[in-house]
């Protein structure tokens, strides 16, 4: 003889998907979380080593980033030396033969990263916000990457600098900034 589901048994079997679909959603977020993060983390990697490339050729020399608004605009400064636009052909951000802006390399100025074209926009680094002008290089979360020279003068021999992103939670300084220090 059949008889209907009893109110107990729908009631188990309704709780028992929504706690799978929670698990689903749930694992489904962390392995989307982690995948962005591996992909900062390789970006920051990429970064590092051209700007070292860059830096060397550059004799050393940083562009400087004092001051709260340029080190804000830093993600731009990281584009203007490894796309080698807006920088000219003595390779030193911040001179008087720097380039238009223009999404192009400027005439012998060398490109660090071919990815950083912001007309294929290919690893959707640049935010060209409804133009070819680009931005800024931008993390998995949208967000500009930080660049800091830390001695702060463009005079400095070999100055280090800080390359740091702000990680999934898009703030500034916290735990999961994900950085090169
Ligand atoms: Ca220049
Ligand atoms: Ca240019
Ligand atoms: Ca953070």
């Known amino acids: 003889m059949s008889r209907g589901f009893t ?14 679909s929670g698990l689903v959603i749930g694992v489904t977020s962390f392995v989307q979380r982690k995948a962005a993060v591996d992909k900062a ?10 700007i070292e490339d860059y830096k060397r050729d550059a004799g ?5 980033t004092t001051g709260e608004d340029v080190e804000a605009r830093s993600g731009l400064i990281i584009y203007r ?10 390779g030193v951000v911040g ?6 802006l223009d999404g192009r390399p400027d005439a012998g100025a060398t490109v660090y990263l071919e990815d950083l074209d912001p007309n294929n926009n290919r690893q959707q680094m ?9 931005v800024e290089v931008v993390d998995p979360w949208g967000n500009p990457w930080r660049f800091r020279n830390q001695k702060g003068d463009p ?5 280090d ?6 990680g999934p939670d898009g703030k500034n300084g916290t735990a999961d900034d994900i950085k090169n220090w």
């Open 41 to 50: 983390r390789v970006q920051l990697r990429q970064f590092e080593l051209k």
């Open 60 to 64: 050393g020399l940083l562009p400087a």
């Open 95 to 100: 001179t008087e033969d720097d380039g238009a």
């Open 155 to 159: 005079d400095q021999e070999n100055p």
């Open 7 to 20: 109110l107990v048994e729908l009631l188990t079997v309704v709780t028992i998907i929504l706690i799978l």
């Open 126 to 134: 640049i935010d060209t916000k409804g133009g070819n002008v680009p």
């Open 81 to 90: 030396m490894l796309y080698g636009d807006g920088i000219g052909a003595d």
């Open 161 to 166: 600098f800080d390359l740091w992103s702000h």
